[in-house]
């Protein structure tokens, strides 16, 4: 993520690495047929947007022309907002219509279960059709409305984009070489849980594509770097659920896997252990009552029983539960797993560790 602080106010939508690849490509391919090059390109998205690019690439020749464009993504922290997305533009053979490649920074598929074949360029379906478009827009503007889709290889390039990849999920995904040219709307909706939970989507198709039992999703680093020193899954068998446990668990349900383990912090599976599917500190709260009730259930002294009820922190609780601890750790994971198997309807097995924020084991399902 980048380290900008959106201002007061409304915050600022962005736009996709697909809509700006579509603008650059549009540009390039007017600057190809006409030789030279506005200074803007206008688009039109899917859901009726209309933004306006400034170009910051200009380059054209006999049989190619080459835009670039700056990835704005608004208020959203991007990884690749103020990356340039260049496109280049090259005349193909007669009837081949348009063929995507990849440029510099922009990755490979290696493995199945994406939405593309193996060995295409990770320029998604959503994109494809965005440039595809914008193509034939440029072409019935300058020849009529009977134009139809040139005969062009669209090269998209990112430069820097093989380092920023390793920000994001594209190695589990088995993407190589650099990022994914993303977005099926073009619009970057500030703060949006959509990209999230379309990495956790695929990363279980990946998942079942390599026909994996076995899969470890965590709630955060710490949880998943100590389960996975245990079972020891291979990386594409490793899903960042973060605070999304209900896009994990209804895409589950649709895709199953023999077998899941959930690992994360005593909070967040507290919450989950609740029925909250969504555990992030400002969609879902602890319920201290609900805790001081189980510690209660096992036997807990009264005095600190109360105590839980005014906790400061989930870990708190486990530090008044003292001997108490490990039972109330179990506890919430079997209920976790319960809420979890509740959602699955069947299908799965599913284990639940719990750890404290120094990554030791505090509680099993089983």
Not at 66 to 80: E, M, Q, R, W
Not at 271 to 292: C, I, P, T
Not at 339 to 344: G, K, R, Y
Request: aromatic share 4%; proline share 4%.
């Amino acid at each position: 993520m980048n380290s900008r602080k959106p201002n007061s106010g409304p915050l600022k939508k962005g736009w996709t690495t697909g809509a700006c690849a579509a603008g650059a490509a549009a540009a390039a391919w007017r600057a190809m047929v006409t030789g030279e090059f506005r200074d803007t390109i206008s688009l039109n998205l899917p859901r009726g947007d209309h933004p306006t690019f400034t170009l910051k690439t200009k380059i054209v020749g006999d049989d190619f022309a080459c835009a670039g464009i700056i990835k704005d993504a608004g208020d959203d922290p991007d990884v690749t907002h103020g990356l340039e997305i260049i496109v280049d533009v090259q005349k193909s053979r007669r009837g081949s219509g348009v063929i995507f490649a990849a440029g510099e920074g922009v990755g490979t598929v290696t493995l199945k279960g994406l939405p593309l074949a193996v060995g295409e360029p990770a320029i998604n379906p959503g994109p494809r059709q965005q440039i595809i478009q914008a193509l034939t827009d440029v072409a019935c503007e300058l020849n009529g409305s009977d134009a139809s889709v040139p005969d062009v290889r669209v090269t998209i390039s990112i430069p820097g984009g093989r380092d920023v990849a390793l920000k994001t999920m594209n190695g589990r995904l088995g993407i190589k070489g650099g990022l994914s040219v993303l977005g099926t709307t073009g619009v970057v909706v500030p703060y949006s849980c959509s990209s999230w939970i379309h990495s956790i989507q695929r990363g279980i198709d990946v998942a079942r594509a390599q026909n994996f039992n076995h899969v470890l999703a965590s709630t955060g680093r710490t949880s998943e770097q100590a389960a996975n020193a245990d079972l020891k899954l291979v990386d594409e068998a490793l899903i960042d659920m973060g605070d999304f446990a209900g896009g994990l668990l209804k895409y589950l349900r649709q895709k199953p896997v023999a077998h899941l383990t959930i690992a994360g912090g005593f909070a967040k599976l507290a919450k989950l252990s609740q029925g909250s599917m969504d555990l992030h500190s400002s969609r879902s709260q602890v319920d201290f009552e609900n805790l001081a009730s189980l510690l209660a259930r096992l036997g807990g002294d009264r005095d600190v029983v109360n105590q839980v009820r005014s906790a400061n922190s989930a870990m708190h609780v486990l530090e008044l539960a003292g001997e108490s601890a490990p039972e109330l750790a179990h506890l919430i994971a079997r209920q976790a797993r319960e809420v979890a198997l509740a959602t699955l309807a069947g299908g799965t097995h599913v284990t639940v560790w719990v750890y404290d924020r120094s990554g030791n084991l505090v509680g099993t399902s089983t």
